[in-house]
């Protein structure tokens, strides 16, 4: 059984609309983890119907979003991160940081002065 049906597709009110053009990302599904790195697993819903699973993470004192992503082992032995989808350019990268990671920050009742 496929993970999404268009069926179950729900808006912020519960209801079984489709998603309109124009309107506003929003944030479903916010599981808080706290390994390593990893803070939790969200789901984000675009105005496009676009629903995508997310990763907020923290290091360093940054904070990001991530796609999820699969291991592999690098050429020198040791253990990398291939994530199945990434935007490019970078500045493209940095509108949707920019957007989603206030989003993620409030899911988690975080704020960016919360950073470690």
């Not at 907020?56 to 291939?82: A, C, V």
Request: proline share 9%; hydrophobic share 40%.
């Amino acid at each position: 059984m496929p993970p999404f049906k268009t069926d179950s597709l729900k808006t912020q009110a519960g209801s079984s609309q489709l998603p309109q053009p124009g309107r506003q990302p929003w944030i479903s599904d916010a599981r808080l983890i706290r390994k390593n790195a990893l803070i939790g697993s969200f789901t984000l819903h675009l105005a496009s119907g676009l629903v995508i699973r997310c990763l907020l993470m923290e290091s360093h004192g940054k904070r990001w979003i991530n796609f999820p992503s699969e291991p592999y082992q690098r050429s020198d032995g040791t253990k990398g991160w291939l994530p199945f989808a990434r935007f490019e350019p970078r500045e493209v990268s940095a509108r949707f940081q920019s957007l989603v990671l206030p989003l993620a920050e409030a899911a988690f009742g975080l704020e960016a002065s919360d950073v470690a």
